[in-house]
């Protein structure tokens, strides 16, 4: 005698089973044992308690959109202070046409230096992976600060002035985006990125 | 598990507004919903950790698309199930294993006192995601064959394959 498959069971729980099948089932006893059986195992599935995390999530979720939300704010303060560093150089080159002292070398070299760290920083992929809690702390410090002293340096920039205190903030700066790059450069040689 | 439970919608307004205190009640409320369905399909329970900290930050990322259509749980256990997801095909390909149901983790004994939590475990992550999917969340085999990329007769079958193997590591278990 022909018995229901489990996909027969399952079309009958599913109330989409065959017109053989819906039959078959009223007259077989076996038949009917194993989709009691099947009913059966859904309900202890449904009842198997719960499974709670082993470990508490949220300071590394909390860490990472902490440091997302900085970076986010930053890249604004970067773009918002290129365009004021910008109108400032423009500025001085029609003040002073051709002019080259030591500390507008200095300061060049530092603006330099944070545009090509900039630059690094952009072959890591630093939204795209899940960061130790540890790490997104350190990245989300460096961030802040960075983006403090974009917000400083903006300020500076208004007034035109190429003085020492410019350049020692230029130099942070410069620090800073090497401490973030290091950041990130370890976190990829240690996840594979 | 079934959940049955809502969120007040103020906290959902704050946490959409960026709220720490807000998005932290939220991750508190559904912390342990996400874990134990993605666990349930994942066979690693560091892979469910990684899963239910990608869920979280994606639902973020992006709680200010959630317009309040349908039940938060659902949007968010959609796309902690798309995670789970394509975690078990990043496995696949890194492993090409078969998407057929596998014989147990190596070494494991099928024997006494095999109960229903021992013998999901030997089922596959795939046939555990459909098992699970399928009879705990309700979810419909066209939606599941929606989200795995694959057809309505795969679910069916998959589903059947892992009942007729749980029955049978029941009924050894029970035996033995």
Known sequence: MMHCTMEDLGALQ???ASVWARRHITTCAQCQAELEGLYQRVA?????????????????????????RSRRRRTWGTWTGSLALAASI?????????????????????????????????Q?????????????????DLEDRISMLDGTLAQQQQSA????????????????????????????????? | MTVAFAVPD???ARAQAGDEAALEALYRAFET?????????????????????????????????YRGEGHLWGWIRRIATTKALMRIRREQVRQTESLDE????????????????????????????VVWLHDVEGYTHEEIAEQMGKTVSFSKSQLARAHARLRRMLDEGARA
């Open chain 1, 44 to 68: 202890q599935l449904k009842a198997l308690p719960a499974l709670h995390p082993p470990r508490d999530r949220w300071p590394v979720i909390q860490a990472t959109l902490r440091a997302e």
């Open chain 2, 33 to 65: 919903p996400v874990y134990n369905l993605v666990r349930r399909i994942l066979r690693r329970p560091e892979d469910a950790e990684d899963v239910l900290q990608e869920t979280f930050l994606e639902v973020v990322r992006n709680l200010k698309q």
């Open chain 2, 10 to 12: 103020v906290i959902v």
């Open chain 1, 161 to 193: 002035r190429e003085d020492a205190e410019l350049v020692k903030l230029w130099q942070q700066r410069v620090d800073l985006m090497r401490e973030l790059v290091n950041a990130h450069a370890t976190r990829a040689r240690y996840v594979g990125l």
């Open chain 2, 102 to 129: 596998e014989p147990g983790k190596p070494g494991m004994h099928i024997g006494a006192n095999l109960d229903l939590e021992r013998a999901l475990e030997t089922l596959s992550e795939t046939s555990r995601a």
């Open chain 1, 124 to 140: 890591y992929d630093t939204d795209g992976r899940v960061m130790s809690g540890h790490a997104a702390a350190v990245v989300a």
């Open chain 1, 14 to 16: 599913a109330r989409e």
């Open chain 1, 90 to 122: 423009a500025a001085i080159l029609l003040i002073q046409p051709g002019s080259q002292t030591p500390l507008h070398a200095e300061l060049s070299q530092a603006k330099q230096q944070s545009a090509s760290l900039e630059d690094s920083l952009k």
